[in-house]
């Protein structure tokens, strides 16, 4: 599968940005999805990820009540909707694929992805 984030930008502190994950080639609702981010210097972490169905979904603390992952399997599409952003979110958001994973929640471990985009700037800064 082929993955092509997008909807990275500059954002001032407490606003909002829809990230978007289009995906190509084997059928979508055969992957779990997650997003992850990185900062320079620091390793990727894991954000948000959901089911093949969608039916279940997972955070990390410092995100939860502020991201909404979700995805449209008809779009081949995955999302994540960013509120109340704050200067600590700037990173690169990065989705991932994976056909392997079948728990639910998903895995919040990077190696664990075999397929990702390829990044999407998110800068909030005043």
């Known amino acids: 599968v082929q993955l092509q984030a997008s909807g990275g930008g500059l954002v001032l502190p407490g606003g909002s940005l829809r990230l978007s994950c289009a995906a190509s080639?084997?059928?979508?609702?055969?992957?779990?999805m997650s997003w992850f981010r990185q900062v320079p210097g620091k390793e990727r972490e894991f954000v948000a990820g959901i089911t093949r169905s969608g039916g279940s979904s997972r955070y990390v603390d410092f995100v939860k009540g502020r991201f909404t992952i979700s995805r449209d399997n008809a779009k081949n599409t995955v999302y994540l909707q960013m509120d109340s952003l704050k200067p600590a979110d700037t990173a690169v958001y990065y989705c991932?694929?994976?056909?392997?994973?079948?728990?639910?929640?998903?895995?919040?471990?990077?190696?664990?992805?075999?397929?990702w985009g390829q990044g999407t700037q998110v800068t909030v800064s005043s």
């Open positions: 080639g084997r059928p979508f609702r055969e992957y779990a």
């Open positions: 991932a694929a994976d056909r392997t994973i079948l728990t639910a929640p998903v895995s919040p471990i990077s190696r664990d992805y075999a397929y």
